[in-house]
DNA sequence: TTGAAAGCGCTAACAC
DNA sequence: GTGTTAGCGCTTTCAA
């Protein structure tokens, strides 16, 4: 028993190829009893459209891409959760892969993306190799960044969250509520637009408060649990420890919330940690994890929009700015005082 | 300017189609010098090959898709994150789908990734509808079942571990330790056999140590936080309360602990808590977690090089069963003495 | 080792 | 409304 064809199909409910075509891709161009008639037969025979001939003769492939840092990380999880969700309701796949924050491997992915001809694709943040911007222009694929809403090219739609103006409020309310030794465990800037817009929003709310902030209150680390957790306790062996400390992620903010445990240092009321992302389980914390949230189900989601947009119609492709609040819980409090 | 083809590339380097087709597809077919001149040309050109032509051709995709039951849970995710990372190295890329736990949109899920012409499919337990199976024989497509070692229809491989003997170990150790009254909060059970199992485990658990396992307590629980909070307040305004309470997974062991926390009862020292999954924050919560160790990773990655061996050779794809460690943290302890 | 030619299964003009 | 006819861009026998 050999595969089952549109020709299969079409003999047998007695009807042309291209009628068959028509009753499943154009439903109303074909007069009802026929389209019932060969939607039968199609199912009575079991057949299952090839993919790839539909996709050589009409150019379109109803497959989409999407490219994110990694998906250890829950939150670009949940963005590539909604994005899928949100593409199978328009009957399209997904086709996913990770560059590890690499952006060698990056480009090399999306070529792959490309080769098998997706109809768009979403990226994470501005910042990638010029042989990515070359390749999609040449492919002359629709493209969607999230993430952010700078840095990226003109015609570019940036579906994203001010990543600087976020640490800013954070640091305001930190200083609102009384610190002044506030430090920064950030994460990777290579190839990260939104790392590096993190510390530019702690440097620049520092800065409108006239607040000096010394070299040994930033470092660059990993995301990950241990590396927050090594890091607070770098920063709380300091002469003049900080009073507060902005985590580049919730990954580190938790590692870093561990580690004051481990430590005996009593958060907040000796020391004020926030996070990044809003995991699930940043409010299920103890304490409770101050963080930004990030919109990241909602960015999938208009992503997916977006693309199904741009690929269909030439929809002019709008940029979206999302809130991403910070989210006041139970691991920042005024500082101790002054002894 | 308009797509370049592998004529275009076959033009400007002065040989045939075949030739290029060759030299990027079967190197050592071709004359050393021809191939690099061809590759050159092709690079120079900017050549990107088409995928619907070449899988059309060729009968093969270079694709492989994977269903789950939801990306939002970071178990999925890490799997995934390792299934996608492995095919990459195979050159392959990753068509994914989540099924939201529901049979009937996973086996329409299927039949678009079947139409996407995927070369294998990974599935999530062996608990499918039938229309899954037939699906899978009459497309010919390799599978492979991740996350059990039983229940799987003939000949098709399970690359997973054991749920019933690890929650039946997690029993044994709470008897050890002294405990008599243990609940479980378990995931639904339609269409989720892992689920199906962990029950079994308890109850063979206590069976095998002849003790009695009242109805209630025993529930079924979406997996949620939400719900682990909830039905933790359940089970401890029971008249009689349990001393341990076991949790069909992470998820719901979080929101339990968090439940125990407001309600002001001490983890351990008045109850056990248990989880299931090992997720990173598993280690990190306060107390850190006892839970059960699942392999997600290790199954992504040989899933991946499953199905990968079972598109090229027909290399008899064998099952392997995995281990799922109970990992032994802080909220596990005697039950308190019986007042 | 290379080239010519025949499709792969489907869609999309274009006729009828 | 439906059938006919060309390809879509590539791989792959088969010959040379």
């Known amino acids: 028993m050999k595969k089952i064809t549109i020709h299969d199909v079409a003999c047998a409910a007695g009807v042309s190829a291209a009628t068959v075509s028509r009753s499943l891709n154009l439903p109303d161009q074909v007069k009802p009893a026929v389209r019932a008639h060969v939607i039968a037969t199609a199912e009575r025979l079991g057949y299952l459209a090839d993919g790839a001939a539909r996709a050589l003769a009409s150019r379109r492939s109803g497959a989409v891409g999407a490219i994110v840092p990694t998906l250890d990380n829950p939150i670009f999880a949940t963005c590539i959760a909604a994005l899928q969700q949100r593409l199978d309701e328009h009957g399209r796949v997904l086709l996913i892969a990770s560059s590890g924050y690499d952006p060698a491997r990056e480009a090399r992915d999306l070529r792959g993306l490309l080769e098998r001809g997706v109809d768009g694709v979403m990226l994470v943040g501005a910042d990638h190799a010029a042989a990515v911007w070359h390749l999609l222009a040449s492919a002359r694929v629709p493209v969607v960044v999230t993430w952010t809403t700078t ?27 009384g610190h002044r030794r506030i430090a920064m465990i950030a994460g990777p800037s290579p190839g990260n637009d939104r790392a590096t817009a993190r510390v530019a929003g702690v440097r620049e709310g520092l800065a409108r408060a006239g607040i000096d902030w010394p070299e040994e209150y930033r470092v660059e680390r990993p995301y990950s649990v241990a590396a927050g957790r090594a890091t607070l306790i770098e920063f709380m062996s300091m002469p003049r420890p900080p009073t507060a400390i902005i985590c580049g992620n919730d990954h580190l903010a938790f590692g870093a919330l561990a580690a004051a445990a481990g430590m005996g240092i009593r958060v907040p009321a000796e020391l004020s940690l926030t996070g990044f992302d809003d995991l699930d389980f940043a409010a299920h914390a103890t304490p409770a994890l101050t963080t930004v949230h990030v919109p990241a189900a909602a960015m999938g989601r208009q992503a997916a929009d977006c693309l199904v947009a741009a690929a269909s119609a030439r929809a002019g492709p709008a940029s979206v700015e999302l809130e991403a609040p910070v989210m006041l819980r139970d691991t920042t409090a005024p500082p101790p005082p002054i002894r």
């Open 151 to 177: 840095g990226a090219p003109p015609g570019v739609p940036c579906i994203g969250f001010d990543n600087q103006a976020a640490t800013r409020r954070l640091v305001s309310y930190l200083l609102d509520i």
